[in-house]
C-alpha cells in the first residue's frame, strides 16, 4: 500500500460529534432561507392567479431544486417549507401524492 490514511467510520462519527453545533446551526440556517424562497415563490403564484388550493402543489411542481447562493433547496426542505404554510397536506409523502 501507498501509505495512505483512509478515511474510516470512526472517524465519519468523530467529526460528526465534533461539528454537531454547527451543522445543526447550519441547517436552521438553510431552512430560513429555504422558506424566504418559498414564500416568495407563493406569492407570485397567488399574484398569477394560482388558487390557494393548488398553489402548495404547483410551487412544488416548478420550484427550482438544487444549490443557489450557498443554499440547498431539496425537495423535502421545500415540501417542509410548505406544511409550515399549511399549503401541503402532511400527509404527502410521495411526489404527486394527494393530486
Same mark, same amino acid.
Given at each position: 500500500m501507498s501509505g495512505k490514511r483512509f478515511l474510516t467510520a470512526a472517524d465519519y462519527r468523530d467529526w460528526k460529534h465534533t461539528n454537531g453545533a454547527a451543522l445543526q446551526v447550519r441547517e436552521a440556517i438553510n431552512q430560513v432561507a429555504v422558506m424566504d424562497a418559498v414564500v416568495l415563490t407563493v406569492i407570485q403564484a397567488r399574484e398569477a392567479g394560482v388558487a390557494e388550493g393548488d398553489v402548495g402543489k404547483s410551487v412544488l411542481r416548478q420550484f427550482t431544486f438544487g444549490t443557489r447562493g450557498g443554499v440547498l433547496y431539496t425537495r423535502d426542505n421545500v415540501k417542509r417549507a410548505l406544511r409550515? *404554510?399549511? *399549503? *401541503?397536506? =402532511? +400527509?404527502? +409523502? =410521495?411526489?404527486g401524492a394527494n393530486k
Open positions: 409550515e *404554510l399549511g *399549503l *401541503l397536506p =402532511a +400527509s404527502q +409523502s =410521495a411526489w
